[in-house]
């Protein structure tokens, strides 16, 4: 149940392409859900994150979709660049019982040829 | 600047070695966290603690141990009880345990030869 499962393993787009990546999460009571953003030999970065109570948030060219009802959340990067290649991680965390310490995702490694 | 800083960088331990990895912020953050990272499983937390002299079994605790002895650092020593050691360690800390982001310093890797 403290499980989130991330899709893809890897994704390969194209310049101004836009790749989704899709968590899945079974315990109801997660209500936070960042995403994180890792270059290598980095740590990760926070890129944008969601609560519950909304289905869509939209920071610069990222957006998190929310669908409560199925348990499922994805990332969106609009017109991606070359830059945007990394490796990226959902995770969630039960702030209210649980505070910051949060289960993550396999990873997606994305790829964004020129 | 501040930020968390993790050393060494790399790291070669020798079958039955203890080794203690460096975790030092200068954020003022309560609550620090140490999470390792494998290939293809994203990552695990291993320790985290909430407060000075306070730390909690992550997931993956088993071969691994920490002392908070003071706010701005969270040291691991990797055991020689820890069967699969080499790996990526991330540590990470954030204002409050609850509801604040974590920030991840850069990370230490950790080769066992």
């Known amino acids: 149940q403290q499980q989130v499962k991330q ?16 968590c899945a999460y079974e315990n109801t009571a997660f209500d936070y859900f960042p995403w994180y953003q890792q270059f290598p030999g980095k740590g990760p970065a926070l890129l944008i994150a969601i609560r519950p109570d909304v289905s869509e948030k939209k920071e610069g060219r990222f957006t998190i979709s929310f669908n409560k009802s199925a348990k499922q959340f994805s990332l969106h990067i609009m017109d991606s660049q070359p830059g945007d290649s990394a490796t990226y991680f959902c995770a969630a965390s039960m702030i209210e019982t649980s505070g910051s310490r949060l289960t993550f995702g396999e990873g997606t490694q994305l790829t964004v040829n020129p | 600047d501040g930020g968390i800083t993790q050393s060494p960088k790399y790291l070669f331990r020798k079958e039955g070695q203890n080794v203690t990895l460096s975790c030092e ?18 990552l695990r937390l291993i320790y985290y603690s909430q407060i000075v002299n306070d730390f909690q079994k992550g997931d993956i605790a088993e071969g691994y141990s920490v002392s908070r002895e003071k706010k701005e650092s969270f040291p691991l020593t990797v055991t020689s009880a820890q069967k699969n050691p080499t790996a990526f360690y991330l540590c990470a800390s954030s204002i409050q345990f609850s509801g604040n982001t974590i920030y991840f310093g850069e990370g230490s890797w950790l080769t066992v030869v």
């Open chain 1, 7 to 22: 899709s893809p393993q890897s994704l390969i787009v194209q310049k101004g392409g836009i790749p989704i990546i899709n």
């Open chain 2, 25 to 42: 912020q200068n954020l003022n953050h309560d609550a620090m966290y140490w999470y390792r990272q494998d290939p293809g499983q994203g």
